[in-house]
């Protein structure tokens, strides 16, 4: 069926210092369609959608929207002609409530005079978009900040689509949510396409992409690779991953051998773990060279489990100890000077310094390890950052690059350095491919390996089933803030068996 071009891009290039970002991209959306950008970390993908979004100005090239010259000079520029982006990371600004984050830019559309905003008209208007994404239960007036993560995520796809755009920009939202929220999007794509409107949809999760495209675009190291259609029957997860990467994915992916194995020695021991309602006495032991495997639901308690293991919550019961030291973990500082390191699931916002370089993030666990009495000497700084930074091949222009220009992967890594560089014994990594594609995982995945034969114990909590499966010794099932289950990996334990003590 062929459809109508609305935006073309032709020889788009963008260029960061000696960093050639996207290199004279051409490729057209259609109306009523879903074109899915894929690529691995690194490839261009959310560059393009920035440019395209407005929130950066190409190098070279030109843009046209329905046939006409397009150069956004802002987001709200662009919103102005219909184009809207949801972006992984949080969009959102603390201070305001829903009803200003929603219709941030746009208050004088609520004043008659131009000064005055109309604040009960507002909040009205913020509830019937709240309604349509399935939120009426939020009070517009209330500070954003009051709400959990995925709920700001989900704001976000109530301020685009305020505007009514006709082409949405889907930067790896879906990765931020869980199944509900994912539905949500799901349906905001079906009604969306059957009203003629495009959805340029960014994912790594590459069945989504074969369950949802009408096309897929394949972008590699910023430049074209070729483009998919469902029409033509070219669109698999095997066609799409061989694309991207240039190559069949060889050797393994996940773990490959069939038995748990890990150390003797116990590290970590939580007991009878009470946070509210969220967590209800949970309790586990975790060994030297173990992958723990925590999955749940995204509201089980499983991510607040992680948090409670590196004492950034304040539990009412219960106590997370280190072994063999007997030492009570109390808080992040306790946490980090005995050994534990927490990758959060909020990378940006949590983990990472964004505007700062890759050599003051990959030291910043290690200060007190790299201080003379109050002064740090900067040959040691560049010295360690330098040393884990090459050991995970962190893709970079040099160590002194903001680490907010990195892919998502390469930030991943970063994190990972970090904790490394402290002499980090024991690992929580809450979803620790959450926006990565199919090669930096397996590259991932290689990591936690070595880790493991270097007897450093790893609390692994995903979302992700299959990996979940693929990489623990052992699996606890978390449902409404209580283990449900529990499988050894010689259990061999297939999804139908962990879905059912999730739900």
Not at 469 to 484: A, E, F, N, P, Y
Request: proline letters at 2%.
């Amino acid at each position: 069926m062929s459809r109508e071009t609305v935006l073309e891009v032709k020889g788009l290039t963008k260029q960061f210092d000696t960093v050639l970002a996207v290199d004279r991209l051409s490729v057209a959306f259609k109306k009523g369609e879903v074109h899915c950008v894929v690529g691995e970390n690194g490839s261009g993908k959310s560059t393009l959608a920035s440019m395209i979004s407005g929130s950066l100005k190409p190098t070279a090239g030109e843009m046209f929207l329905d046939g006409k010259p397009y150069s956004p000079k802002t987001m709200l520029d662009a919103r102005q002609n219909g184009i809207s982006i949801l972006v992984q990371e949080q969009g959102t600004i603390d201070g305001l409530s829903i009803a200003e984050n929603i219709f941030l830019g746009r208050e004088t559309s609520f004043s008659k005079s131009g000064k005055v905003v109309n604040r009960s008209r507002m909040i009205t208007e913020a509830k019937k978009v709240l309604e349509e994404i399935q939120m009426g239960n939020l009070d517009p007036a209330a500070n954003i900040s009051t709400i959990s993560f995925e709920d700001r995520k989900l704001i976000e796809v109530a301020i685009s689509l305020a505007d009514e755009p006709r082409i949405l920009i889907l930067d790896e939202t879906t990765t931020a949510l869980s199944h509900k929220g994912r539905d949500i999007i799901y349906q905001i794509i079906g009604r969306m396409r059957e009203e003629g409107k495009t959805i340029i949809f960014i994912s790594h999760d590459l069945d989504e992409v074969k369950e949802y495209a009408d096309t897929v675009t394949v972008m590699r190291d910023g430049a074209y690779v070729t483009t998919l259609t469902r029409e033509e029957g070219t669109i698999t997860v095997d066609n799409i991953r061989r694309n991207m990467i240039g190559r069949d994915l060889e050797g393994k992916y996940y773990r490959t051998d069939e038995q748990e194995t890990a150390g003797e020695q116990t590290v970590l021991k939580a007991n009878k773990l009470q946070l509210k309602e969220i967590l209800k006495g949970i309790t586990f032991d975790l060994k030297e060279g173990e992958i723990l495997g925590i999955g749940g639901l995204t509201d089980s308690g499983m991510h607040e489990i992680g948090q409670a293991l590196f004492g950034a919550v304040i539990l009412d019961s219960g106590s997370v100890t280190v072994l063999p030291s007997g030492k009570k973990i109390s808080n992040t500082t306790d946490a980090a000077r005995n050994g534990i390191a927490y990758l959060s699931k909020n990378r940006d916002k949590e983990s990472l310094m964004m505007n700062a370089s890759v050599k003051d993030n990959v030291a910043l666990a290690s200060a007190d390890k790299l201080a003379k009495k109050t002064f740090i000497s900067p040959r040691k700084l560049k010295a360690l950052s330098k040393e884990f930074a090459t050991k995970l091949e962190v893709k970079m222009s040099s160590l002194n690059q903001s680490v907010g220009e990195l892919s998502g992967g390469n930030k991943q890594k970063v994190v990972v350095a970090k904790w490394l560089a402290n002499d980090s014994r024991i690992m929580i990594m809450d979803c620790p491919t959450r926006g990565i594609d199919v090669g930096v995982k397996a590259t991932i995945y290689r990591i936690m390996e070595r880790l493991k034969a270097d007897g450093v114990a790893i609390v692994m909590i995903s979302e992700e089933l299959t990996e979940l499966i693929g990489m623990s010794d052992r699996i606890l099932i978390i449902k409404k803030g209580q283990v449900t289950a529990q499988y050894k990996r010689s259990e061999k334990p297939t999804e139908h068996d962990i879905i059912q003590y999730m739900i």
